[in-house]
């Protein structure tokens, strides 16, 4: 061979070992950390995700059909209200059955809880009694256990009634806001309420809910959950729904409260915005003293799911008139530009409906204005 030839040899060599040292070099993957330990800057930055993932366990001897539908909602125990839900069908393979759930959409302040149905026929047949609760921000493992719902029926009087009490002994300061919900256990909405504010009284609290007849089925699930709401904030609230079960007293119901204060974000008074405005409607009808006038604002941005609760107040006339000027205090921290949020309001005279609005109002984002905000009531018939 001769010297040029011997030149191109060794330059071949040459770079086959190059390559063969690139090849076990290992990659660095997108934002990961660079070798003098700083992290990658670029890509998206992580959020604070709530995972839950776990089995749901069908009641011991019970046989789940195929094809019934299973419904997972992650909850807002201050409200009652979905915040996250999955949905499966149920398969020859039957139970324990895999679920998971993710939001980024949580609120510090909690409390949170994971509750299961099974919808067999289109009947909630298996549930879960007890929300399992979970963490903000956490990653939780959770075995749910269904029950069976076959005996579970509609009050059959038209009225539910009894007390609220909690366990310490720490007074309520006047203007307490008392809200008692008689929710459908199969979408977790209130379908009768009862709310009113206090005036020095202390637990124990009486509550009066009447019963609309079109509102309930014989083939429903219904439970009663209650939270005192001081300076506008769930203070208290029941961490368990109580069923309202065939057979079961629908008097003398005792709904035990537990302090709420701890799950709750600092108050940031400086960070704090309202929205303001005014109730009213067009008939010429004085309102009596003691008519209930309840204001919400709330995010009704999710369509498969219920709205979520952002702010409430509750208004006892004493002769005042529309227009009923209302403040809904909320934090800006926990609004996001790309969702929908409105107002909404109802009157209750006597415990009867009277006047409810029937049509969105946008408030806070895309435009929407925060101050003179109307709501236009309709009459209820």
Request: glycine share 6%; net charge negative.
């Amino acid at each position: 061979m001769n010297l040029k030839g011997r030149w191109i040899a060794v330059a071949l060599m040459l770079a086959v070992g190059i390559m063969a040292l690139s090849a076990c070099a290992p990659v660095q993957p997108e934002g990961a950390a660079d070798d003098t330990g700083a992290a990658a800057t670029d890509g998206p930055q992580a959020e604070s995700v709530t995972e839950v993932t776990g089995t749901i366990t069908a009641p011991e001897g019970e046989a789940i059909p195929a094809d019934a539908r299973v419904v997972v909602d992650l909850l807002d125990l201050t409200a009652w209200t979905p915040v996250a839900t999955v949905t499966y069908t149920t398969t020859a393979d039957g139970f324990p059955l895999s679920f998971a759930l993710t939001s980024s959409d949580l609120a510090e302040s909690g409390p949170y809880g994971v509750s299961a149905r099974v919808i067999v026929e289109g009947r909630p047949r298996y549930l879960v009694m007890e929300p399992a609760t979970v963490q903000f921000g956490a990653s939780t493992q959770l075995e749910l256990a269904l029950v069976s719902n076959a005996e579970m029926l509609a009050p059959e009087v038209g009225a539910v009634s009894g007390t609220l009490n909690k366990m310490d002994r720490s007074a309520l300061p006047n203007g307490t806001v008392v809200v008692v919900d008689l929710l459908d256990l199969t979408t977790w909405t209130p379908v009768a309420t009862d709310t009113y504010e206090t005036t020095g009284e202390q637990t124990p609290l009486p509550f009066a809910i009447e019963t609309p007849a079109d509102a309930v089925s014989a083939e429903g699930l219904y439970g009663l959950a209650a939270r005192l709401l001081i300076d506008g904030r769930p203070m208290y609230v029941t961490m368990e729904v109580t069923p309202i079960q065939s057979g079961d007293p629908t008097e003398g119901i005792e709904l035990m409260l537990t302090d709420n204060s701890e799950m709750l974000a600092p108050e940031e008074p400086a960070a704090e915005s309202a929205v303001t405005g005014a109730v009213t409607y067009r008939q010429r009808i004085a309102l009596p003293e003691g008519a209930v006038i309840t204001v919400r604002l709330q995010d009704v941005s999710r369509q498969d799911v219920a709205a979520t609760l952002i702010s409430e107040q509750v208004i006892t006339t004493a002769g005042e008139q529309v227009p009923v000027s209302f403040t809904l205090p909320y934090d800006p921290a926990q609004i996001d530009d790309r969702f929908t949020y409105s107002v909404s309001a109802r009157i209750e005279i006597d415990g009867k409906l009277a006047w409810i609005s029937d049509t969105m109002t946008p408030v806070i984002t895309r435009g929407a204005p925060t101050s003179d905000v109307q709501i236009m009531l309709v009459q209820v018939n």
